[in-house]
């Protein structure tokens, strides 16, 4: 019992650390607990794919594939407090940096530039206009698992990377990832791949798959070379390009 409430602990713990979801419970907080907990980023993001789903399956009804796509993307960026979406954003604004100091000075500003609008803008653009285009029994497929599958892109940079700043939102998982967590990671990408497979096909599952790989590479071929390392909003970064990855991948198995 007391190893299942530990786990419901770490859960809890990435839960509140990347959603603003309340939980009504005092957390067993510690460093190690924190970094523990980015085991269970994919079933956070699961659940954040759910909400958006639900968002979808019910407006669509009622407005429409476009509108609805607005508002389940409205819905995840509400419930996780546009958390990845500033990380995409301070990531897209160091494109400006000439030096890694300068560039990691410039993802710190809090202040959004013009690299950061321009691309956020057209992220979120691509996100609605990618679903609505998507076979409406397959979009709330599609959002729970782009992004679960993202959250596995994120942690994986985790397990493979570096944290190269002495403090930021990426701190509690600068210790990477124990062998056991990213077993259980690998896991749960599986299973939803798995899943996706059954709902649909396994051919687009493969599609998704690919997509999701492009998006994890672009993004990390961009801050990898220039800071040898990663960020909070690298983490961020990589999420959003991987979850928009999935959605064009399974577009293309269309």
Do not use: W
């Not at 609505?132 to 729970?144: E, M, R």
């Amino acid at each position: 019992m007391r190893l299942i409430r530990d786990e419901i602990n770490l859960f809890l713990l990435a839960l509140q650390f990347l959603t603003r979801c309340p939980v009504p419970f005092t957390l067993s907080y510690s460093d190690e607990k924190m970094n523990a907990s980015a085991r269970y980023y994919p079933l956070v993001g699961i659940v954040v794919g759910c909400v958006g789903a639900l968002v979808f399956c019910v407006s669509e009804a009622q407005f429409g594939a476009v509108l609805a796509a607005l508002l389940s993307t409205a819905a995840t960026v509400l419930f996780t407090g546009a958390f990845h979406e500033d990380g995409f954003a301070d990531t897209c604004d160091g494109i400006g940096g000439q030096t890694r100091e300068n560039t990691l000075s410039i993802m710190k500003d809090s202040r959004l530039g013009t690299y950061g609008a321009v691309g956020l803008g057209l992220l979120i653009a691509i996100k609605i206009i990618a679903l609505s285009q998507l076979p409406n029994s397959d979009a709330g497929i599609a959002l729970i698992v782009a992004h679960g599958l993202s959250r596995v892109s994120s942690v994986a940079v985790i397990a493979t990377s570096q944290y190269v700043r002495e403090e930021g939102t990426g701190k509690p998982t600068a210790a990477g990832l124990s062998v056991p967590s990213s077993v259980f990671v690998l896991i749960a990408g599986i299973g939803m791949v798995i899943f996706l497979g059954v709902q649909s096909s396994y051919i687009v599952a493969m599609y998704g798959l690919v997509g999701l790989l492009a998006g994890h590479v672009l993004m990390r071929l961009f801050y990898q070379r220039r800071l040898g390392g990663y960020t909070g909003d690298c983490l961020g970064a990589v999420q959003q390009l991987s979850e928009v990855g999935v959605y064009l991948g399974l577009l293309l198995s269309i």
